[in-house]
DNA sequence: TTATATTATATTGTGTACAATACATTATCA
DNA sequence: TGATAATGTATTGTACACAATATAATATAA
């Protein structure tokens, strides 16, 4: 028997936060392939799924719906627009504002997206079940450390 | 009703990996104050975890152990070492090897990382008995998309 | 014992993430 | 109305994260 040279509050297979943070970064390795094919990244995904749902969006709007902010935001845009795959315009109404939309081509890409869900599906090996209760117990979990940190930040 | 844009299994709500990357943000989030407090990243006290359990790893033990690459730990273990909490050196049996262990500035700091466990799980206001149960969910969903990952690498 | 393959780390380049700051615009109040 | 505060986005700087490649050292095989 070796010396414990740490306490278990401390030992790495005890610690929620990397095993959320290491599955978090092997998910995206599961998409890789797929989103390699449709020629975007893993955030940009999310920001076209944003998209597809509410068509138009602020960058603030945007940024709430992923919990991401103007200096993450901002150049990964400006990417989506270089790609021709999303619109930046100013708002006439208030142009503090940033409108995103879609172009004809983003919409496009949609269809090629479609499939993805399903083949993570499988990447899983989850069955149906398992994946609506894991999905609540992470929103639920999202919701409580958010909250915490929206105190904090007051 | 507004007409729908896009399907379910595209709605961002839906989407588990989604919620997985949100929450892992949001927890690196929480433990940010508590990090500054004893000067490290949240990347940065990960490794420390690693090297307070084994005292001394490879470069490659340290990226097995947090599934990173040498592109993320090389830059990260030099910067731990500018900050006097370990050394690098070559392995005399094996060259291309460089072993990294903990400098007393390291160890020294292990006893201020102590109470960062317990602040966190009040952050995300769970039972002891919650947060037992949602890791070894999260195990197991690290453990089957690590499989995959593996497998397709292939 | 050389050629070949494998292993371990480092480097480079692209793309996030986020804190801190700057800046322009809009809203509000004295 | 003019000063002040709040809002929305952009910019800058630091630190990951990882693919691809390079390099050096070790192991293996003909």
């Known amino acids: 028997m070796t010396k414990m040279t740490t306490t278990p509050e401390l030992l790495l297979e005890n610690q929620l936060c990397f095993t959320i943070y290491a ?3 092997e998910i995206t390795k599961l998409y890789q392939p797929y989103l390699d094919s449709i020629g975007v990244t893993y ?3 999310l920001v076209m799924l944003v998209l597809w749902e509410r068509r138009q969006c602020t960058v603030k709007e ?10 993450t935001l901002t ?17 006439l109404q208030d142009e503090r504002k940033v409108l995103i939309s879609l172009t004809e081509q983003g919409w496009a890409l949609q ?3 479609l499939c993805i869900p ?3 599906m499988e990447g899983t ?13 992470f929103k639920n979990l999202l919701g409580r450390v958010h909250d915490t940190n ?3 930040k007051k």
Chains 1, 2 share one sequence.
């Open 62 to 71: 945007i940024g709430e719906a992923l919990f991401l902010d103007s200096g």
């Open 111 to 113: 269809k090629d997206a």
């Open 125 to 137: 090996a989850m069955t149906g079940d398992e994946f609506v209760d894991l999905l609540a117990q």
């Open 150 to 152: 929206l105190l904090s």
């Open 43 to 45: 955030s940009q995904y």
């Open 75 to 91: 150049p990964l845009l400006k990417r989506l627009q270089a790609a021709g795959l999303i619109l930046r315009e100013r708002s």
């Open 23 to 25: 599955c978090s970064r």
């Open 118 to 120: 399903s083949k993570m």
